[in-house]
């Protein structure tokens, strides 16, 4: 009885989280194309509120949570669930290997001989967030069979990303 309480508040907790994502993802679009953006980037990037920019706090601070919650998922999907074997692993890689690729040539496309072009690993990572937010938005209305497939190609995408990331990134792995 603990496991299934403990299983809906934490249904309930990533529906909002996968809102709040949302929201803020058309608030940060509106506030960028509106008079205000020279109010936001001095939030996001002056020292107004800590010693450092809050954008260093995000990065730095909160982006560790992220991946050590990705790293977890990885973890129990590798060793329990649906990376555990290669048979049922390989149709949700290979969709994962597409949704790493097709984004960053659209980045590339969109990009290519400007100065952003180095941002190419913020496409493969954030499209599966949207799509795991949506679907949790949407999870009553969704096959079982697809919600296992989608659950699997995020772990799959995001382990494919902090590998990217790892190479890309870092100067020692």
């Known amino acids: 009885m603990k496991n299934l309480e403990r299983y809906r508040r934490s249904i309930k907790s990533e529906a909002l989280s996968s809102v709040l994502l949302l929201i803020c993802t058309i608030s940060a679009l ?3 194309n509106s008079s205000y953006e020279g109010i936001y980037n001095k939030i996001i ?3 107004l509120f800590f010693r450092f920019p809050l954008n260093e706090f995000i990065n730095d601070f ?3 949570f992220f991946f050590l919650n990705v790293g977890l998922e990885i ?3 590798i060793l329990y669930g649906n990376l555990s074997s290669i048979k049922k692993a390989s149709f949700p890689v290979i969709g994962s290997i597409g949704g790493v690729i097709v984004p960053a040539i659209i980045f590339f496309i969109f990009n290519f001989r400007t100065d952003y072009i180095n941002g ?3 496409p493969i ?3 599966i967030a949207f799509a795991v937010g949506i679907f949790y938005i949407f999870k009553n209305h969704i096959n079982p069979q697809a919600r296992l497939f989608l659950l699997t190609l995020a772990v ?3 382990l494919i990303s902090i590998l990217v990331i790892a190479i890309f990134f870092t100067q020692d792995i």
């Open 156 to 158: 799959v995408d995001d």
């Open 120 to 122: 190419f690993c913020i």
């Open 45 to 47: 990037f002056d020292n």
């Open 75 to 77: 973890k129990e999907n």
């Open 62 to 64: 909160l982006m560790f």
């Open 125 to 127: 990572s954030t499209d």
């Open 30 to 32: 509106c506030i960028a």
